[in-house]
């Protein structure tokens, strides 16, 4: 009970960010330039768009498989469909609540134990994170002046140092320092001591193994890739609203809208994505009415996919559990006992 309260807190939270958001961006907004800005956009630029966003989306399912370690690694096939799953619950629920269905489907089908799965969640945001600050780094330099953008570097640099240290902290000491940084958690009401120590591990299960070079690296160089692509979807879909930007535009959006999204929000992060995307596109001149046009066309295209697709992989993974398509309790075993230690 106490959990589904906190749930639903955290729930409501988003809902009311998203909402702030989503009047910041619309606030003092034309509607008739807004209209204008919607009318003549290229919609077919949305395929190629969407096919480079597919290529991003699988190249991420790898990564997270890489993630897993051995003895619960499943299929490239698997890993994809709980990761669709996960972006069906993302776009219809708030408050990220798709990162959790992604690994109780992983759960399901693979055997993988919750607490390895959420850890390596846990190490993708701090990849994505690490890897979208490196970006905006390397492309401040040709980046128009923008008043914000010298306070956002600076934020970054802090942002990025300390993220970076809880990283080695994790991979190098283990749970200690994990424990340290959960222990306040426990003065508030309903959290426990044995629930911040459930945490801790949670957190470093997912980081240990960049103890391994090779993963880490076959990771890091995913993730970025990864970045890239959607970027490169971002800008195909600015050269349907002809704006005469180029490719570090459409970088500087992915990054102002992915950072921002770690905030808690609504579903799909509605609101927020708009808000960021107007911020982004500020820095080129882009009035407000064009920016929030192009903020509501590439959103659509990066979250109502994700239903029937997500919905197709969820029908399947149902189907797959009423055949019983999981390992047996012995091939988990013969999968453990071929893995290399990751320790």
Do not use: C
Request: a positive charge; hydrophobic letters at 60%.
């Amino acid at each position: 009970m106490q959990w589904l309260t906190r749930r639903t807190a955290l729930m409501a939270v988003g809902l009311l960010v998203s909402l702030i958001f989503a009047y910041l961006a619309v606030r003092d907004v034309d509607l008739d330039a807004l209209a204008r800005g919607l009318a003549r956009t290229n919609f077919w630029m949305l395929i190629p768009a969407g096919l480079v966003l597919a290529v991003a989306v699988f190249l991420r399912a790898v990564r997270w498989r890489i993630l897993l370690s051995p003895a619960y690694r499943p299929s490239t096939r698997v890993v994809t469909s709980a990761l669709l799953i996960g972006y069906l619950f993302n776009t219809i629920l708030p408050a990220r609540a798709g990162e959790a269905a992604r690994v109780v489907v992983l759960k399901q089908r693979a055997g993988t134990p919750r607490l390895e799965a959420a850890g390596t969640v846990a190490a993708e945001r701090a990849l994505d994170v690490l890897s979208l600050l490196a970006l905006f780094f390397i492309i401040a330099p040709v980046l128009p002046s923008a008043e914000w953008l010298p306070r956002a570097l600076a934020f970054g640099a802090l942002l990025f140092g300390g993220l970076t240290t809880l990283v080695v902290a994790f991979a190098v000491y283990g749970e200690r320092p994990a424990r340290l940084l959960l222990r306040p958690l426990t003065r508030l009401p309903g959290i426990s001591q044995e629930r911040t120590q459930a945490g801790a591990a949670n957190l470093v299960r997912g980081f240990a193994l960049f103890r391994r070079l090779g993963i880490a690296v076959r990771a890091s160089l995913l993730t970025v890739l990864s970045w890239l692509l959607i970027a490169f979807s971002f800008w195909l879909v600015l050269l349907g609203f002809d704006l005469g930007l180029g490719f570090e535009a459409g970088l500087l959006i992915v990054v102002a809208t992915n950072l921002a999204m770690i905030l808690p929000s609504g579903p799909a992060a509605v609101g927020v994505f708009q808000a960021a995307t107007i911020i982004a596109l500020a820095a080129f001149g882009v009035d407000r009415a064009t920016a929030l046009s192009y903020g509501i066309v590439v959103h659509a295209l990066n979250a109502l996919p994700f239903i029937p697709v997500g919905y197709a992989a969820l029908h399947y993974h149902a189907a797959a559990l009423r055949r019983g398509a999981r390992p047996t309790t012995e091939e988990a075993a013969s999968m453990r006992e071929r893995a290399p230690s990751t320790r």
